[in-house]
């Protein structure tokens, strides 16, 4: 039994391998479609504004021809720029010989399109800066506490003069990222841009991200400031708590001396009302939950 399968297996086999060398043998129409490469560039020279980027042959062949076309290495068409600079406009057809994969035994029947224009400009080069484009996420109860740090920031660009004056930046591709809730580091590849090479294709980024809490400071002395000479402002009462809401490793690190509530005396000269709110800048990272009590009342003296 085993040997019977084992012929029927090999007999299948053979019969559909002479029935493809008997079907690749014969000739075929069909239409490739290629990309556009110039070469023979003069020194230190880039292309630009290739139009069409790709060209569609139709070819006559036979099929073993065909399908190493279609199924072997990646193939395009080279035009020559003749070492010339500036705009060129170019019959396709005059560079079928030009191709080696374009054998003798394949006959082109017609290009699309049939003239090619593109421009040979001086390569230029320039330093710009690198722009993530993040989408960040966080895990409910994490934030993050840093600033976004990209290594390198910068990169340079290489490209046809035309293209490059018009290029401040290299931005990063699009990256969402979810439920982020430790430190972050991931290397990011630079988006592509047409008729653009980079020195660097990626870069790193990085940022802190911590589990977020509240934390109360008590008994911090408000400071008064700007008192006129022969002025006193006396404030009720003279210390506040503050709630601040932040990383929780950041807000372990804090202490009442980081903190420097103030009210300006002339905030509470010109103020009818009796009380007055002192004023805080707050370290970067964190929120103001609240100041206890959040107005003071104040008396205003003549020495």
């Given amino acids: 039994m085993k040997k019977k399968i084992i012929t029927i297996t090999f007999i299948t086999l053979f019969s559909i391998g002479l029935w493809a060398s008997v079907s690749l043998s014969g000739e075929y129409f069909t239409s490739i479609t290629v990309p556009v490469n110039i070469v023979d560039l003069p020194e230190s020279y880039t292309v630009s504004n290739i139009s069409p980027k790709e060209i569609t042959l139709t070819i006559k062949a ?69 722009v993530p484009r993040l989408d960040l996420h966080f895990k409910q109860g994490y934030d993050r506490t840093s600033n976004i740090f990209v290594e390198p920031d910068t990169t340079v660009i290489f490209g046809a003069e035309s293209i490059v004056k018009n290029i401040d930046t290299a931005k990063t591709v699009f990256k969402l990222i979810d439920e982020i809730e430790e430190p972050f580091l991931q290397e990011i590849p630079l988006q592509n841009i047409e008729g653009i090479t980079y020195k660097a294709k990626n870069c790193a980024v990085k940022f802190d991200v911590q589990k977020i809490a509240d934390k109360t400071f008590d008994d911090i002395p408000v400071e008064v400031i700007n008192v006129p000479r022969g002025k006193e402002l006396t404030l009720y009462p003279s210390k506040i708590s503050i709630v601040l809401r932040g990383g929780l490793n950041l807000l372990g690190k804090m202490s009442n001396d980081d903190l420097k509530p103030f009210v300006d005396f002339w905030t509470a000269y010109k103020d009818e009302s009796g009380t007055v709110e002192p004023k805080l800048k707050i370290p970067e990272y964190t929120k103001l939950i609240a100041k206890i009590p959040s107005k003071l009342q104040y008396v205003i003296k003549q020495l």
């Fill in 62 to 130: 036979q099929g073993w021809e065909i399908s190493k076309l279609t199924l072997g290495r990646k193939i395009q068409f080279d035009i020559s720029a003749e070492s010339k600079a500036g705009s060129h406009k170019v019959t396709v057809k005059n560079f079928v010989n030009n191709n080696s994969w374009i054998s003798s035994t394949i006959q082109v029947i017609e290009i699309v399109p049939h003239e090619i224009t593109f421009s040979v400009e001086k390569l230029k080069s320039k330093k710009v800066v690198i």
